[in-house]
C-alpha cells in the first residue's frame, strides 16, 4: 500500500485519514493539520521522513521571484532540513497550473471575458503568475494585502506598485509568522470593514477561497470570483 501524508500549516481540525483505489494502486492518505505551530510541522516532517511514498504541504505561501528579489517564507528551510528521502510537492503548485489553466480554456472558449473589468486581487502574491497575465488584459487591476498577513489597508495599482512594496517588505513576510486567515481579533475585524469596501468596487474578484469566508455575501452579489 503507497502512503501519503498531506501536511497542512493549518487547523487541525480537518485531520483524517482514508484509503483510496487508484487503478491497481491502494493509498492511504493522510491529512494533518498543526495549527500554524512551526516546531510541530518540523518534527512530524521528520518522523515521516522516508516512512511514506509522498509529502503534500498545503496552506503554505508560494516563493514569488521579483524583478530583483526572491521572497520565500523561512518555513521551505525548515523543509529543506527535516525531509531528506521522501519527495515533496505543494498545493500552491498545483492551483497555479490548474487556475491558469481553467481561466485560459474559459478565455478561449468566450466563457470567461475580462477586457471591460477591474479585477481585484486579494493577496497578489499568492496569485503573481495570474496577477501578471490578467494585468496586460483587464481595464484595471488592484492588489490588497500583498501576501495578506500583514492586514496593511493600502490599494496597490497593478504589479509594479505590487512588487515594489513586497519588495520593502520582502525580509519581515520571510520570518513572520504564519497564522489563522479568519479574522478573530479586533483590529481584524476593523480591517474586514475595509476589505468590504474595496470588493464593493470589484468586477472580478481573485482571491483563495479562506480570505473570503467572513466577508458579508451582500458584498458579492453580482460579482465574478476565481477561487482555488
Not at 497593478?158 to 513572520?176: D, P, Y
Request: aromatic content about 10%.
Amino acid at each position: 500500500m503507497k502512503h501519503i501524508l498531506n501536511l497542512s500549516i493549518g487547523s487541525s481540525r480537518t485531520s483524517s485519514s482514508e484509503v483510496i483505489r487508484f487503478e491497481n494502486t491502494t493509498i492511504r492518505i493522510t491529512h494533518l493539520g498543526i495549527d500554524f505551530d512551526a516546531d510541530l510541522f518540523e518534527s512530524v516532517l521528520r518522523s515521516h521522513d522516508g516512512k511514506c511514498d509522498a509529502i503534500c504541504i498545503s496552506y503554505m505561501p508560494p516563493a514569488v521571484m521579483l524583478k530583483k528579489k526572491k521572497i520565500q517564507h523561512e518555513m521551505f528551510e525548515r523543509i529543506d532540513k527535516a525531509v531528506k528521502e521522501t519527495p515533496v510537492f505543494y498545493g500552491h503548485n498545483l492551483r497555479s497550473i490548474y487556475m491558469n489553466w481553467t481561466i485560459r480554456k474559459a478565455m478561449e472558449n468566450g466563457l470567461f471575458r475580462c477586457e471591460n473589468a477591474n479585477i481585484l486581487f486579494v493577496t497578489g502574491l499568492a496569485l503573481h503568475d495570474l496577477a501578471k497575465s490578467f494585468e496586460s488584459i483587464a481595464l484595471s487591476c488592484k492588489f490588497l494585502d500583498s501576501w495578506t498577513y500583514l492586514r496593511i489597508p493600502v490599494v496597490l495599482n497593478g504589479t509594479s506598485e505590487l512588487e515594489k512594496c513586497a519588495s520593502l517588505v520582502a525580509n519581515h513576510l520571510a520570518t513572520r509568522p504564519l497564522r489563522d486567515q479568519t479574522y478573530n481579533q479586533w483590529r481584524d475585524r476593523l480591517f474586514n470593514r475595509w476589505y468590504s469596501n474595496q470588493i464593493k468596487n470589484a468586477d472580478i474578484i481573485v482571491s483563495p477561497s479562506v480570505l473570503l469566508e467572513n466577508i458579508d455575501l451582500k458584498f458579492l452579489k453580482g460579482k465574478t470570483l476565481l477561487l482555488d
